[in-house]
């Protein structure tokens, strides 16, 4: 896909952290792992995400799309960033918790980092759009931070409306599976994967584990959801990664939906809710506070 190319070299100029960019990277590690994007994966049609526009303007809130643990803007929410542009709306990304090199693995550093990061896009986005309120919507590490980022972020809770999580491992998950996602570009692109994220070291990883620190401040907290926040944790019975009662939040006011109750038949895995048009239905209805049938029921990815 050839904008997706386009885009993502984009946004390597683009990135900097700490001014380090200009650095030259290099391309491979002793043991020959290539830290380039392979082209398996670039060339796929599942790649590459509108580019952010701030002059973009809808009746809806503008949407912030979080991608999970290993992913990346252009690899995960990207397909539904495009289909909520068609129904008119606003939606902005970036990649958070990479490490410099490679760029393109997403959500591995540190997440309180992250979750500084992710604050600072809510706000610019809000800010430059000229909205009053921000939604969101995130999948697995991404409905992590979707919650995570108004707790303990000061002044988010105040400028975002409706939260809408897929699959967060809010109580506890184990890393195993996480680079599942990367099946699109082939068993290939999933084994590189798995094995950079060996290499360079995961803090996310432990921190959403049982026990981890992210895992302890949601179980420490009086109340996980702020105030003015309408949050919709979206949960499939077959996701094996990270089980329903391990993304439930049992808290008032928050809606904690079943993929099975509307679309029985559909085994969706954990990497599969960004693509499910079940799951795509239930976040429509979430963001407009409806229950349309905006999509007939699917069968999802069993990954
Ligand atoms: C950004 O959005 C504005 C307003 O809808 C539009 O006129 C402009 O063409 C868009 N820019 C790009 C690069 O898509
Ligand atoms: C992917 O590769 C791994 C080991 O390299 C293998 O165990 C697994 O069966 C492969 N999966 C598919 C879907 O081919």
Known sequence: MAIGIQLFSALLAAWSIGGVSALPSPSKDARGLSFDIPSALTSSNLYGAPANNFSCESSHNPVVMLHGLT????????????????????????????????????????????????????????????????????????????????LTQDGISDIVEHIVALGPAIHGATYYGFTDLWYIGGNVTRTLVGQLVDLLGCPACEQLAPDGLVTNQFAAADKIVQDGNKVTVIASSSDTLVPVAVSTIDEPGVKNVLVQTTCPDDGVGHAGLAWDKSVWRLIINALEETDDEVFPCENGLAF
């Not at 809000?126 to 590490?141: N, W, Y």
């Open 71 to 150: 992913a990346n803007r252009e690899v995960d929410l990207n397909l539904l960033q495009y289909e909520l542009n068609g129904r008119g709306y606003c939606t902005f990304s970036k990649t958070y918790g990479a490490h410099v090199i490679p760029s393109w693995i997403g959500g591995l550093t540190d997440m309180r980092g992250s979750a500084k990061q992710i604050a600072d896009f809510v706000r610019e986005v809000q800010q430059k759009t000229g909205a009053s309120k921000v939604d969101i919507v995130g999948h697995s590490e991404g409905g992590v931070q979707s919650v995570y980022v108004p």
